[in-house]
């Protein structure tokens, strides 16, 4: 089942600022420099999702890579 650009969009957001916030307390401001060494390379325009980056599963996946991916940032 896929949803709507907007529904996706809504949930991706949520689940970046509830992987900030349980891996070290940090704030979700995507110019701060944890922010910018977390998404260094990701390409976060949703207007180039695939039909499968907008189910379910891999916004699992994609919490689950984002939240690796904040504890072992340099969080200086």
Same mark, same amino acid.
């Given at each position: ?18 992987? =900030?916030? $349980?891996?070290?307390? %940090?704030?979700?401001? *995507? &110019?701060?420099?944890?922010? +910018? ?14 039909? =499968?980056? $907008?189910?379910?599963? %891999?916004?699992?996946? *994609? &919490?689950?890579?984002?939240? +690796? ?8």
């Amino acid at each position: 089942m896929n949803y709507s650009d907007n529904a996706v969009l809504t949930v991706k957001k949520n689940i970046e600022r509830q992987c =900030f916030e $349980k891996n070290g307390g %940090f704030y979700l401001d *995507y &110019e701060s420099p944890v922010c +910018k060494q977390v998404f260094k390379n990701w390409d976060n325009d949703m207007a180039k999702l695939s039909q =499968f980056q $907008k189910t379910p599963q %891999f916004l699992m996946s *994609y &919490e689950t890579h984002l939240s +690796k991916r904040i504890a072992s940032s340099n969080k200086k």
